[in-house]
């Protein structure tokens, strides 16, 4: 029995079967290993997140070996904000008027997978990673496609992970004399029955 980390932001493949998605220690070092039976697996660590990892959703290409224990920390949860910004092409987002509190006020985090909405331009509509925070702007690591808009529009963004069922099954056993679940967080079936 080990404990498993997801450490996956926006990668090409965020598959629970792909062991870089994984790590055996919490800050997000150690081995790469995809759960085994009898492993515990852990969402959202505070440790994992302080490191700027494991903010991506994580999707299921078949059933899981049965694990001992899942657990979701609250910061695995969705984190919104509707305000008017103007967007820089290099990748910035920048509340305007400046806002009187700080986006980490909000919760928003390094490393954080956000889906942005809402802008004029089709490029700046997209899926990022956040690659640094200002006191009153988000800057993503990826401005391919992106335009500048000056003009302060009314953009919606969100950090909404979840792990996704994809129509495959969560296998857990019941461990003795422990709890088998603990959730703050989100668990969908997007593909399949029984959503």
């Given at each position: 029995m080990a404990d498993r980390y997801w450490i996956a932001n926006l990668e090409a493949n965020q598959l629970?079967?792909?062991?870089?998605?994984?790590?055996?220690?919490?800050?997000g070092t150690g081995a790469n290993t995809v759960p085994v039976a009898n492993d515990n697996v852990h969402f959202g660590h505070a440790t994992t997140l302080a490191a700027g990892k494991g903010f991506g959703v994580c999707e299921l290409a078949g059933a899981t070996a049965t694990l001992a224990k899942f657990t979701s920390y609250e910061g695995y949860n969705k984190v919104i904000t509707t305000n008017n910004f103007t967007i820089n092409a290099?990748?910035?987002?920048?509340?305007?008027?400046?806002?009187?509190?700080?986006?980490?006020?909000?919760?928003?985090?390094?490393g954080m997978?956000?889906?942005?909405?809402?802008?004029?331009?089709?490029?700046?509509?997209?899926?990022?990673?956040?690659?640094?925070?200002?006191s009153n702007e988000i800057t993503v690591t990826s401005a391919t496609g992106m335009?500048?808009?000056?003009?302060?529009?009314?953009?919606?963004?969100?950090?909404?992970?979840?792990?996704?069922?994809?129509?495959?099954?969560?296998?857990?056993?019941?461990?003795?004399?422990?709890?088998?679940?603990?959730?703050?967080?989100?668990?969908?079936?997007?593909?399949?029955?029984?959503?």
């Open positions: 629970w079967t792909t062991a870089t998605n994984w790590a055996d220690n919490a800050d290099s990748g910035k987002f920048i509340p305007n008027p400046a806002t009187g509190f700080s986006l980490t006020q909000l919760g928003f985090r390094v997978v956000i889906t942005v909405t809402g802008a004029a331009n089709a490029g700046n509509n997209s899926t990022f990673e956040i690659s640094s925070l200002g335009v500048t808009e000056g003009t302060p529009v009314a953009l919606t963004i969100t950090y909404d992970p979840s792990l996704d069922l994809k129509g495959h099954a969560l296998n857990m056993t019941s461990p003795a004399g422990g709890t088998l679940m603990t959730m703050d967080s989100k668990i969908k079936n997007t593909t399949g029955t029984g959503g």
